[in-house]
């Protein structure tokens, strides 16, 4: 038999199983590197009750010094987010969003830009840092 003569197995003739798309699952919670929520409580605690800090900026810090793809800051953000959200849970650390403390079921959803500070004493409505990032 010959080359031209040969018969090829039918590709693709299987039925395509279809994925189910959005089940409703939460994402699997994101363990943080080691050293991420010291990081986050000495860095809020230096600034002070009423000042918050961005989240850049303890990606910055901890990125420091580190070399190959960890020496992007960006590489941490992910890290620093899932750490806050479980500090802010156990109360050590508030998450603020528009000025306001997020707080509750609202931590699982948390979108969009967010800063970091200590908790706020009751009665205190509006962070101090508005003008000066640090």
Known sequence: MSAAMT?????????KIEKPRGTGLLPKERIPKPGVEDMIVALCTERGVGRSISPMVVAKAFS?????????????AR?????????ARVGKISVFRKGKAVE???LKTLKG??????????GSEALDDEADDT
């Open 104 to 106: 509750g079921d609202d």
């Open 7 to 15: 018969r090829t197995p039918p590709f693709n003739k299987t039925k």
């Open 113 to 122: 830009v967010y800063r970091l500070g200590l908790p706020r004493p009751a």
């Open 64 to 76: 420091e010094g580190r070399k190959g793809e960890g020496a992007q800051p960006s590489h941490w």
């Open 79 to 87: 890290d620093v987010r899932s750490a806050a959200i479980g500090l």
